[in-house]
């Protein structure tokens, strides 16, 4: 025998509230059974009790319901199905013809009214029957136009919500699945990444490959984006090039750097018959960026513009604080705990030079990041990072530590030298800061008044009364205090005489201009001025030309820092400048 050729079983589940209905239905569906309607063949179950009725209906023992009782009943019934959100063919028995057959003046029992056989097909029946020309063949055909009937608006409402080209639900259809993905979340406590995802250079290369190129890349990104992701996750195809992505994460967003970085790479992976494509991502987080789904997406459009603005391929995460973080940041804090074990930094050291002796005082000490994944990274983007996972405090120490050595190192071969260290505020903050110095003084034998500590104007200003006992125990050990960056922060120069300061460094932004600016020409000089009374050594930062350097020698400034004396350099290349006297220009040092 073959199975295939055997038609398909279905139930019509029916309910009668008389005998002879029950008689009627039972009859019609004997005969219902021996027609075949596409390929499919009806059994017909008739229960005489609601109770009955609505169980068999949640045991799932339904193709199609048929309803032959009191009209009232019927519609109160329809109600409760509607509820459900029954996608089942309904189908109702009523005592009279198509309503506008009916004359006017006809006498008519309560379910014969026409206005009762409209309230059943408003509360949810598909199709009417009346009880004097119900017959098999009638059942059959009604059956056949509500089930395809059923089809066809399964399918468009399919069509509604769903992208024809990728078979992915479509922006309207995200919205709602958000919308309810939140609320749940939001029951459970969980946190969840809604992502705006585009491909970069889409219309260029739609324009350039063609349209049937363009809608390949479409299906092969999605097929990509499907294979990736989980089967809790949600992912769309909102317009054009952009996808949209719900995903679960962990609140440290650990997990979400992995996999944003997974579909970057995987979309851009070729497969051999088709390239991928670069692609950019902008990510907002519930509930910490909004509770709202549209204000998400909004968000997370916004990072994304953020990314393709920077020239794309990247994430970047849009917080509460309207702060970017980019997918660069959040592996950089996964990779800079191990990069001291690594050995991806590096030490160098810019030289100091004393105006009025005309030798080297000293040298600034400067962190170097080489990192295998990032290349040269700037201490301006690792530091934060580090201060923010508390990554600060290792290598700030490790950073003291090779300073305080070279230090020894150098006076021990004659040349005792100021290294200013800078120290940012989280390693200031976190830990005995105090203890630590002291022990590594001690370890090496350096002399505490070889050693300077740089710090920016706002560690001076924040939390007074306690930093006012660090400086102090700071100061017990000969160590300088110096105020970086002076002039840009916060202006409140009461500190300066109340802490144990020992000199200013001028910024960078009041050098370059020098000395053609009038502004910056007076700032200098009154920076200067302020710091020679207050007894402070004053210090110019970024001094690349001889007419900064004639300018600033005229007004008396103490020492200056720049290329003109020499760029940052290696351990080594300083003990030749501190040995040979190479470090400056001759025209600097005959100046």
């Known amino acids: 025998m073959n199975f295939a050729d055997q038609p398909i079983r279905l139930h019509l589940l029916a309910l009668a509230d008389t005998a002879a209905a029950q008689q009627r239905l039972e009859a019609c569906g004997t005969g219902l059974a021996r027609l075949t309607t596409d390929g499919a063949t009806w059994h017909t179950e008739v229960v005489l009790r609601t109770e009955d009725f609505l169980a068999a209906l949640s045991a799932g ?3 199609a319901l048929l309803l032959d009782c009191d009209a009232a009943e019927m519609e109160a019934l329809l109600q409760q199905l509607r509820e459900r959100d029954m996608l089942t063919p309904i189908l109702v028995v009523t005592t009279t013809a198509q309503p506008d057959a009916v004359q006017p003046d006809a006498a008519q029992p309560d379910a014969a009214q026409p206005d009762a056989v409209e309230r059943l097909l408003a509360a949810g029946a598909d199709e009417y029957l009346p009880a004097q020309e119900l017959t098999p063949l009638l059942l059959e055909r009604s059956l056949r136009l509500c089930t395809r009937t059923q089809a066809l608006e399964s399918r468009l409402e399919y069509l509604a919500q769903h992208d024809l080209l990728t078979g ?4 309207s259809l995200f919205e709602r699945q958000l919308d309810m993905a939140l609320h749940t979340a939001e029951r459970h406590g969980r946190c969840m990444a809604v ?3 585009q491909l970069d250079d889409f219309q260029d290369r ?8 363009a809608e390949t890349l ?3 990104s999605a097929q990509r984006l499907r294979s990736l992701l989980r089967r809790s996750d949600l992912v769309a195809r909102s317009q054009g090039e952009e996808f949209l992505l719900l995903l679960e994460c962990s609140a440290d967003l650990s997990d979400l750097a992995l996999t944003a970085s997974r579909i ?3 979309l851009a992976a070729a497969d051999g018959i088709t390239e991928g494509s670069s692609a950019s991502l902008g990510i907002a987080i519930f509930p910490r960026s909004s509770q709202e789904p549209r204000q998400l997406l909004e968000q997370a459009r916004a990072a994304l513009n953020q990314v393709r603005d920077a020239g794309g391929h990247d994430f970047r995460v849009y917080d509460e604080s309207l702060e970017v973080i980019s997918r660069r940041r959040v592996l950089m804090e996964q990779a800079l705990p191990g990069a001291i074990a690594r050995e991806e930094f590096d030490v160098r050291y810019q030289p100091r030079f004393d105006l009025e002796s005309r030798r080297i005082a000293g040298a600034e000490v400067l962190l170097r990041w ?6 040269a990274v700037s201490p301006d983007q690792f530091i934060p990072v580090a201060e923010s996972t508390g990554a600060i405090t290792r290598i700030g120490g490790w950073v003291l530590e090779e300073a305080i050595r070279a230090g020894r190192h150098w006076m021990d071969a004659g040349h005792a030298v100021r290294l200013a260290v800078n120290v940012s505020a989280g390693q200031f903050r976190r830990g005995d800061f105090s203890g630590q110095l002291s022990g590594l003084l001690k370890t090496h034998g350096l002399p505490g008044e070889l050693l300077e500590l740089e710090l920016t104007e706002g560690v001076f200003v924040a939390n007074v009364v306690a930093h006012r006992e660090l400086f102090a125990s700071i100061n017990e050990l000969g160590v300088g205090l110096s105020v970086d960056d002076f002039g840009t922060g916060y202006s409140a120069l009461a500190y300066l005489r109340h802490f144990p300061v020992h000199a200013l460094k001028i910024d960078r932004t009041f050098i370059t201009g020098l000395p053609d600016s009038e502004d910056d020409c007076a700032i200098v000089r009154a920076i200067i001025a302020m710091g ?5 050594r004053v210090v110019a930062e970024g001094v690349d030309a001889m007419e900064q350097l004639r300018f600033l020698t005229e007004v008396g400034c103490d020492e200056i820092q720049g290329y003109l004396v020499g760029k940052p350099m290696t351990a080594e290349a300083f003990g030749e400048v501190l040995a040979n006297k190479t470090a400056l220009e001759p025209d600097v040092r005959s100046r």
Do not use: C, T
Request: hydrophobic share 35%; proline share 6%; charged share 30%.
């Open 61 to 63: 023992r339904a193709d």
């Open 264 to 266: 970057l790479e995987s």
């Open 168 to 171: 992915l639900p479509n922006a």
């Open 370 to 375: 080489h990192s295998p994944d990032f290349g």
């Open 195 to 197: 992502v705006s995802l």
């Open 532 to 536: 020679h009374a207050l007894d402070l």
């Open 206 to 213: 739609a324009r350039r490959e063609g349209q049937k190129a």
């Open 218 to 220: 479409l299906e092969q």
